[in-house]
């Protein structure tokens, strides 16, 4: 537990927040040479020259006195070091004021600190397997409301990945330490700055000087130009994260800059392969395009736990007919010109029948789940070409959900490797598929084709055909079972209850009594406070608290325990002694119950029971 640190915003690993000192600082914060800085370094106990507790100023935090050793120090080795360095520093036990700890990546014991230090961070450019073990480690055995710095790390180019990452405070050590070797850094990479012909730059530094002017002065003030223009760089870059982070869409642009460099891109691939390390901080559900531009986009989080719940969650209504249909590039896919013109093929009969649309990279979106987030929030580029990736996991999505929806007739209205993916899928499960297209999906022919054998079947089978309301319902059911687990659509929408409002803002009533609301911006069912009783017995996304009635917002010290699977964003049931809340969770479920600080969740509505 700490005082001095609290996040106030998360996208994926990557955190806003605040250093909580004699002034708040915000993170991440870029700690600069040359300035007064709010954290201290209390020294290295090999140069005996570190300072006492009485020398520390007690509105900043001070990283405790320690012996820093090299990266691929042996583990006995660091254990042993690091236990003669604490009996070095008995007088350091219990300092008042924020402290911080160097962690060594061998280290198994950490200590309790407000902030801890990567040790032989520097060491860790272009070792991303060690990076991210190093900080995934230290993030699993540290209270989540505490700052991870790495020091001499940062540049223009990797930031963005570091804070992804999870790192909250870096330095503009690097940035000046290679502008007095010559360096000249952009967001691309750095340069020899007797390679360049130009200052490609307009920053305050490069705009008043020139590579000539730079050639003739001295190291030492040629220098001090250049560490300038690196730090200024560095400030943007951080900028320019911040706001991706508020905007939540920080994955894109790391996706993006991470192309500058291999070890950046392994990087990525790592983290990655580390879901869980990434998932429990990614918001559930988000009202922003999700734009899926390369091949990492397949792995991103909210691509795999979209797949997973609708394997594992989402239950398709009761029919006999699975009819399968291309996605399209306007979202929701209901409102696309290619989809409208598939329902007036479908006619009537459609209400006979279950869809379900194929996409990259989403795998398959059951007709029920159109609107919730990523299925009408993303965006990938349309070549017409789909990669040996894609077509592997979309066919191995279609591959499940044939596996667990049996259907007596599965009809396939596509083209191109859409068909090909359906066949593979067939082939693998050994179903037969009958497939409608002739060419062109949205041609007249094909269109004619999808009619008349849709039609052809509910006639020689006396296949019943659903309400209009069913279809509302069964809608409705389905985003409950995604969004709650299995079970939840036939609590929150019961036999009898009544669906009021157009489509897409629908509200449940039941009983004369609102159970939910849609929220067409991410698909989401909000609850009223009767539809959080029926929720209940599910025993899912509940909070308990202690006995007391919050207002507005519930903080974290308030919470005695929450469910493991709560994220980011997911609606929330909030119970006490005598209390029934519902909100919106804004941090994970882990996280709330370990955190001493911040606000756990963004109550809307609460009464005493």
Request: proline share 6%; charged share 20%.
């Amino acid at each position: 537990m700490t005082k001095y640190f609290e996040v106030t915003r998360r996208d994926a690993a990557a955190r806003l927040g605040k250093l909580l000192l004699d002034h708040h600082y915000t993170t991440p914060l870029i700690l600069h040479t040359e300035k007064d800085s709010p954290i201290v370094f209390a020294g290295s106990l090999w140069a005996r020259n570190i300072l006492s507790p009485d020398e520390v100023d007690p509105g900043k935090l001070f990283i405790l006195p320690d012996k820093p050793m090299p990266l691929h120090a042996r583990p006995e080795i660091v254990r042993e070091i690091n236990d003669f360095a604490k009996q070095e520093c008995q007088e350091w036990v219990k300092p008042d004021g924020a402290t911080g700890q160097l962690i060594h990546p061998a280290c198994l014991d950490i200590p309790h600190a407000d902030m801890y230090v990567i040790g032989a961070a520097r060491q860790m450019e272009k070792n991303p397997r060690m990076l991210l073990d190093t900080v995934i480690h230290i993030k699993n055995n540290t209270p989540p409301d505490t700052a991870l710095y790495a020091p001499a790390l940062a540049t223009p180019e990797n930031l963005c990945m570091l804070i992804y990452l999870g790192i909250d405070i870096v330095d503009d050590i690097l940035p000046t330490i290679n502008a007095y070797d010559g360096m000249y850094m952009m967001p691309d990479g750095e340069y020899k700055l007797s390679d360049l012909p130009v200052l490609p730059c307009s920053c305050s530094v490069c705009t008043n000087t020139s590579v000539e002017d730079l050639q003739e002065m001295s190291v030492q003030e040629r220098g001090k130009l250049v560490a300038g223009h690196n730090v200024n760089r560095l400030a943007e870059e951080k900028q320019i994260t911040v706001h991706r982070i508020k905007n939540g869409n920080l994955r894109e642009y790391v996706e993006g800059k991470c192309r500058s460099s291999p070890w950046l891109t392994a990087l990525l691939r790592l983290i990655d392969q580390e879901h869980v390390y990434l998932e429990q901080h990614t918001p559930t559900y988000r009202s922003v395009t999700m734009y899926a531009n390369t091949s990492e986009s397949l792995n991103r989080v909210e691509v795999k736990r979209f797949a997973g719940r609708v394997n594992s969650q989402y239950q398709a209504p009761a029919a006999n007919i699975l009819l399968l249909l291309p996605c399209s590039a306007r979202k929701p896919y209901s409102i696309s010109n290619s989809h409208q013109l598939f329902n007036r093929a479908t006619g009537r009969n459609r209400r006979a029948l279950n869809e379900v649309i194929i996409t990259s990279p989403l795998g398959v979106v059951p007709r029920e789940l159109e609107l919730v987030y990523p299925a009408a929030h993303y965006d990938i580029p349309v070549t017409g070409h789909w990669d040996l990736d894609e077509r592997s996991w979309v066919t191995g999505c279609l591959v499940d959900y044939l596996e667990k929806n049996k259907y007596s007739h599965i009809i396939a209205h596509v083209d191109g490797a859409y068909r090909d993916i359906c066949q593979s899928a067939a082939e693998t499960l050994g179903f037969d598929i009958i497939f409608t297209a002739q060419g062109s999906v949205t041609s007249a022919r094909s269109l004619g084709t999808l009619r008349s054998t849709i039609s052809g079947i509910v006639q020689d089978e006396g296949y019943v055909l659903r309400k209009t309301t069913e279809l509302a319902k069964n809608m409705l059911k389905g985003i409950a079972d995604y969004q709650f687990g299995r079970g939840a659509g036939c609590l929150l929408v019961p036999d009898g209850a009544s669906i009021k409002a157009p489509f897409p803002k629908y509200q449940v009533y039941y009983d004369k009594k609102q159970l939910a609301s849609l929220n067409p911006r991410t698909g989401t069912l909000i609850p009223t406070l009767e539809g959080a009783m029926r929720l209940l017995e599910l025993g899912t996304y509940q909070i308990r608290i202690d006995d007391f009635v919050p207002g507005g917002s519930l903080l974290a010290p308030g919470v005695v325990d929450a469910n493991l699977n709560i994220r980011p964003s997911d609606q929330v049931i909030v119970l006490g002694e005598q209390v029934l809340g519902v909100g919106r969770a804004l941090m994970g479920g882990d996280e709330m119950v370990r955190s001493t600080r911040g606000i756990a969740v963004d109550l809307r509505k609460v009464m005493e029971i």
